[in-house]
């Protein structure tokens, strides 16, 4: 199984709308014992000759998959009623997106009403041979997968498949809804890629191994440069902080470019503040990002209670900046800073 649905991942992209395609397998079935939000365990079984489904590889800590969330969710109110049942699958990139209490707080804040189905030991993931997120496999009434998209974008394409194969099982999908429209990228800009804390896939440096590294003839482009300085232990996954900050010392730095900065944080034990600076400055009000606030003498903080993605900056132009992150007290956990560029941006 795994061998066919690899392949059927290689095949070409333009592949038209509404096209036969010559490999159709059946779809894995959801396994027992798993934890489900929004719904009671579903089984493919028991949805084949009832529904289309459409299975959506998700990651709630993804600026992809959140920005990919929008369409779900538009999908979702167009066509539950119209033989569409979409199944979000959460394959865990970090050991907290196991808590299905987690989950449930996340799909509650994000607005997420169709079921969510925690993969914990990855063996839908392996199933499907799922490759990155998001990815979106469109199952007919027969249990077969008739059409797949790994990543963002395609969102026209694929809403035509969808209606196809309702249309297929014997629904009548509204023909007066105007498809999703792709966003046109024009003029997009430029972004890092993102910047992981953790030591399994980041290497941050001490601020005084980094001076050095600096002062030596090996020292090359900034980018993607990351530090820290104070009472921090770096763990596989993330950052994290080893005593209170009481005096704001303890900082984590990330040298990036791009017109928005989003972060993975987690708070610890309970909810605190993490300061944010951006090129030594507190963050402006017309730069600051959704979940940016401001204490009584302007000094830019977010609130962490859970975590998640915050929305940090949001700059005019993709130029170079080095963004600085102080939490406040023991706990407190960076994982990664993920950027985005302007075409993008938009949709988070």
């Known amino acids: 199984m795994k061998a066919v649905l690899a392949a059927l991942a290689l095949l070409p992209a333009a592949v038209p709308a509404w096209a036969v395609r010559p490999l159709t397998p059946p779809a894995p079935e959801f396994q027992e014992g798993r934890a489900w939000v929004n719904a009671k365990p579903l089984t493919m079984k028991l949805l084949r000759g009832r529904k289309v489904v459409l299975v959506a590889f998700i990651n709630t800590a993804s600026i992809h998959s959140l920005r990919a969330l929008s369409v779900l969710k538009e999908w979702w109110d167009r066509y539950a009623l119209e033989g569409l049942m979409v199944v979000g699958v959460q394959s865990p990139e970090y050991e907290f997106q196991k808590d299905p209490l987690l989950l449930r707080k996340a799909v509650r804040r994000l607005g997420v009403q169709f079921p969510v189905v925690i993969d914990a030991d990855r063996a839908l993931w392996n199933a499907y041979a799922v490759e990155g997120w998001p990815s979106l496999y469109l199952v007919d009434h027969r249990g077969l997968i008739v059409y797949d998209r790994l990543g963002e974008g395609s969102y026209t394409e694929f809403e035509g ?77 993330a950052l994290v902080m080893k005593k209170d900050n009481k005096g704001r010392s303890f900082q984590a730095s990330f040298v990036y470019h791009g017109p928005r900065a989003l972060a993975l944080m987690g708070p610890g034990p309970r909810s ?77």
């Open 161 to 237: 498949e969808i209606r196809g194969a309702a249309k297929r099982a014997g629904y009548k999908p509204d023909r007066s809804l105007a498809p999703i429209e792709d966003t046109p990228m024009v003029d997009c800009g430029t972004a890092s890629e993102t910047i992981f804390a953790g030591s399994s896939r980041g290497s941050p440096m001490q601020v005084e191994d980094l001076m050095r590294r600096r002062n030596s003839t090996f020292i090359g482009v900034r980018e993607r440069e990351m530090s820290y300085q104070g009472e921090w232990s770096v763990e596989p996954e």
């Open 272 to 348: 605190q503040k993490f300061y944010v600076l951006q090129d030594e400055h507190w963050i402006k009000p017309e730069s600051a990002g959704k979940d940016i606030r401001f204490d009584a003498e302007d000094e830019s903080y977010v609130e962490v209670d859970e975590p998640r993605v915050y929305d940090l900056v949001r700059n005019p132009t993709d130029d170079p900046h080095e963004l600085v992150l102080i939490p406040a007290r023991a706990g407190a956990r960076v994982f990664e800073l993920d950027l985005s560029d302007r075409c993008l941006a938009g949709a988070l």
